[in-house]
Every structure is written in C-alpha cells, then in structure tokens.
C-alpha cells in the first residue's frame, strides 16, 4: 500500500508522518460520496491508528496506544521513538526525553530519535549537548535536511556563526525549500525556528546561505530582513565572496542601496 506524508505542526515543532492515501484524499476520478471513513477498506492497526491521532494532533490517544505498542514489542525502537513524539506533543519533555533514549539505545542504526534527543537538549537550552545528538543522528543519516537544520540552530545558539553556515547551506543542499517547509521522514521532529535575540545576524546567515546555494530571491528576502532587524555590516556584502554569484541580481542591488527602516520614536 503506497503512503503519502502529512506534516503536523504542534505547538514549536514540525513532524512528519506517513499514513495510508486513503486516510489523507479521496479520488478525484471518482463520483462524489461522503468523507472516507477506516471502514471504507479495512481495519488500521495500532501503530497506523495512534500515527493517525498524531495527525489529528490528539496525542493523548496516540500515547496510550504507543505505550500499548512499546508493552506489546518492547524491542521496537520505532514505538518508542513514536511514543516520545506523544509525550513531546504535550510537553512532556522528560518523558519524551527516556522514549528516545530508550528507541536510540535498542537500533543504534536508527537516526530520528538521536536528532530528537537534540531538540529536547534544545528547548532546555542545552545546545553542546543538542549539538552532539545532532551530529550522531547525521552520523547515522546524512542527507536529512531537517537533522542539518537543526544542527544550524544550534550552532547559531551557541555563536559558532560559520558552523551554523555550514549546516545550513548543507540543509538546503538537501531539500532547497528547508527552510518553509522542513521537509522531514516520518518521526522526526524540527525543533523551534523562533529567534528570539540576534535576529538580524540570523537573516544574515540564512541570507548567506542561499547566496552560496546561488538562490538569489531568497538571499534578497532574508538580506531585507536583515536589514530591517537592524544588521550592521550589511556593506560586507560586496566584498564577501559567498555572495559573489548572486551580487549582482536587481533584488540583492534593490536591498543594498535601500536605507533600513527608522526606528519609530516613542
């Protein structure tokens, strides 16, 4: 049975989950009839029901049949890892924390629950740790877009700026749209993308990063919002070769030679 993915934005993460075609649409071919129901070609099993409450974002019943699934097959790190996502959706970061422990531990080829150590190290501020977790989980699987994303977040959080480049221009690599949409596989989550202090800086780097991905439109719409966050050396942009190859575009001139927003007065 050919599956389709789903993202599932809750709360500060993004996760992404594969579910059977007729859970998510309905054939366009076909004569009009009432919404598709489970019933319409069989009965789901537990681990299709509770990714299907994860779905619905009722992750109180996909907690307790993850918690079912992990009693029925202690051995699966994947209902372990699914059962940490639950707990994770309800801010339950402790517990979340010992599932994903708990999954890494049983597969140790099994990335997604070593990037999702990283973003609860994350949320507790604790970016050396997230860092690790997250350079383990690319150790595993290295051509995941969101693990480099991540990565990159909290480099920026600990100020290492060149590394959060690097993982970042790696993250686009992978999936040029990384950044809008956080494309992912199923059970792994994008950690919160909020920046709270040093916006400016970071709309810089996100800018330099398209730059040397040759992505002029978007190096041009986070050079503005750089600008406008108040960056200070936008004028380094001329001599920095990581934008040399889109230097000269019309949007990336348009941003430079325009004056940044005045603050208001109050």
Known sequence: ???????????????????????????????????????????????????????????????????????????????????????????????????????????KHYADPENNIGTVYYARKKYPKAIRAYKHAISIKDDSAPFYLNLGMAYFAEKQYEDSIASFRKALQYDPDAFDNAKAHSGTIVQDRSIATDRGMFYFLLAKSFAQSGNAERCALYLKKARDEGYQDMKSVKSDPAFAQVLKDPAIQEVLEAKPLETAQP
Not at 76 to 101: F, R, T, V
Request: hydrophobic share 35%; aromatic share 8%; with cysteine.
């Open 1 to 107: 049975m050919r599956s389709v993915r789903l993202a599932v934005s809750c709360g500060s993460f993004l996760f992404v989950l594969l579910v059977s075609p007729s859970l998510a649409q309905t054939d366009s071919n076909s004569p009009a009839q009432g919404p598709t129901t489970i019933s319409d070609e069989r009965k789901l099993s537990d681990e299709e029901m509770g990714r299907l409450y994860l779905v619905r974002k009722e992750y109180p019943e996909a907690q307790q049949l993850f918690h079912k699934l992990t009693v029925e097959h202690p051995d699966k790190a994947l209902y372990w890892n699914e059962l940490g996502i639950a707990l994770h959706s309800q801010s339950d970061l402790p517990g979340a924390l010992k599932c994903y422990q708990k999954s890494a531990k049983l597969d």
